[in-house]
T-cell receptor, first 115, second 111 residues
Framework: GAVVSQHPSRVICKSGTSVKIECRSL??????MFWYRQFPKQSLMLMAT?????????EQGVEKDKFLINHASLTLSTLTVTSAHPEDSSFYIC???????????FGSGTQLSVL | GENVEQHPSTLSVQEGDSAVIKCTYS??????FPWYKQELGKRPQLIID?????GEKKDQRIAVTLNKTAKHFSLHITETQPEDSAVYFC??????????FGAGTILRVKS
């Protein structure tokens, strides 16, 4: 099956710093990637849709200036959490779409802890 | 947008018994319904999915049924084993290939 790599798997940072998370599709080209956030004991909530070569589309309530998304190539999307605060601590997970009407493939997730 | 409701929130069964989890959705245009199993700190793992042109799909001990008229679909796990214990999420794909997830069901299989 298709492989989606996400890095880092875990990051601890101080409040006010920025954190970059990478999502790579290793064996296919993904024109569309999605970023989700999951708080403890809760479901996955879609944050934004990342389209290669264009601006990301953010879900209602997600601050685009705080969660910067870049999809510069067909195999890489990055999420940067800017000026992170403790309330941003969460499990962030990406998914990639190989082709329309195909399954979504998930990255391994990034556990962000902001002190 | 799509609204997905999932029940029950927790489910305890005895090893060997069956488990059933149900989800309802709101958008009749949705046509792809996957089920995911997630263990703590891990990525969601696709266990079975169904498209709207079929009513039922089975893969060994796991099956999914879909009622498009009533807008609900269910996950059935038979002969449950302790390793089936996890959180299960249903999802519905809406316009733009976006997945909307249910709230999740914690399944505990007691041995």
């Amino acid at each position: 099956g298709a492989v989606v790599s996400q890095h880092p798997s875990r990051v601890i940072c101080k409040s006010g710093t920025s954190v970059k998370i990478e999502c790579r599709s290793l064996d296919f080209q993904a024109t569309t990637m999605f970023w989700y956030r999951q708080f403890p004991k809760q479901s996955l909530m879609l944050m934004a849709t990342s389209n290669e070569g264009s601006k990301a589309t953010y879900e209602q309530g997600v601050e685009k200036d705080k969660f910067l998304i870049n999809h510069a190539s067909l195999t890489l999307s990055t999420l940067t959490v800017t000026s992170a605060h403790p309330e941003d601590s969460s499990f962030y997970i990406c998914s990639a779409l190989r082709n329309t009407n195909e399954k979504l493939f998930f990255g391994s997730g990034t556990q962000l802890s902001v002190l | 947008g799509e609204n997905v409701e999932q029940h029950p929130s927790t489910l305890s069964v005895q090893e060997g018994d069956s488990a059933v989890i149900k989800c309802t959705y709101s958008d009749s245009a949705s046509n792809y319904f996957p089920w995911y199993k997630q263990e703590l700190g891990k990525r969601p793992q696709l266990i079975i999915d169904i498209r709207s042109n079929v009513g039922e799909k089975k893969d060994q001990r796991i099956a999914v049924t879909l009622n498009k008229t009533a807008k609900h679909f269910s996950l059935h796990i038979t002969e449950t084993q302790p390793e089936d214990s996890a959180v299960y999420f249903c999802a519905v794909m809406e316009y733009g290939n976006k997945l909307v997830f249910g709230a999740g069901t914690i399944l505990r299989v007691k041995s």
